[in-house]
Structures are given as structure tokens and as C-alpha cells.
Nanobody, 114 residues
Framework: QVQLVESGGGLVQPGGSLRLSCAAS????????MGWYRQAPGKERELVARIRSGGDTTYADSVKGRFTISRDNAKNTVYLQMNSLKPEDTAVYYCAAGSGMPYWGQGTQVTVSS
């Protein structure tokens, strides 16, 4: 059974940083594309960042230069380092696995507010 468990969300002031983690089980992690998505209230879910098995990365324009996705295949974990956070980054952040993203975590809330 595939499980993706996110952690690291919380409340942070504008300009602050957070690191999200997603621990995966039930898949051959090193072979999977992993992604971070987010959904803000009243908005559609959107891709934040994606990292392929070979390490190639893709970012949404809105987070380029501020967010970094990385993976540790030895720990079956993907990370999202978020710096210079803005109120518009407030959303539930989801981890996803697979080229078609068939597997999803339960989400972790990130709130950016003073």
C-alpha cells in the first residue's frame, strides 16, 4: 500500500521560511517522479514543484527563486524548502508521486500571516 505522509507545515510570518517533508512508503521511491502541489481556499490545486527520478526539477513561476525541491532516496523522502514566504503562499500543500501523480498525501497546512 502506498503512503505519502507530509509534515512541516505551520504558521509563519511573511518573509519567513519553512521546510516541508514527505515520507513515502510502498513504492520504489528512487524511480518515481515526486511533486508538491498546493490548494488555496476557493482555488484549484496547482503544481508547485516537481523532481524527476534523475533529479531534474520544475517550478511554478510564482515560486521560482524562493522554493527548492529536493529528494533523499536513501530516506524515501522529498523536501520542499520554502523561503521568502508571502501571504499568497498560504494553502494546503500536498505531496504526490508518480508521473501521472496517482498517489497523494493527506496535505499539510501552510499559513503565511503576520
Amino acid at each position: 500500500q502506498v503512503q505519502l505522509v507530509e509534515s512541516g507545515g505551520g504558521l509563519v510570518q511573511p518573509g519567513g521560511s519553512l521546510r516541508l517533508s514527505c515520507a513515502a512508503s510502498g513504492i520504489i521511491f528512487s524511480t518515481y517522479t515526486m511533486g508538491w502541489y498546493r490548494q488555496a481556499p476557493g482555488k484549484e490545486r496547482e503544481l508547485v514543484a516537481r523532481i524527476r527520478s534523475g533529479g531534474d526539477t520544475t517550478y511554478a513561476d510564482s515560486v521560482k527563486g524562493r522554493f527548492t525541491i529536493s529528494r533523499d532516496n536513501a530516506k524515501n523522502t522529498v523536501y520542499l524548502q520554502m523561503n521568502s514566504l508571502k501571504p499568497e503562499d498560504t494553502a494546503v500543500y500536498y505531496c504526490a508521486a508518480g508521473s501521472g501523480m496517482p498517489y497523494w498525501g493527506q496535505g499539510t497546512q501552510v499559513t503565511v500571516s503576520s
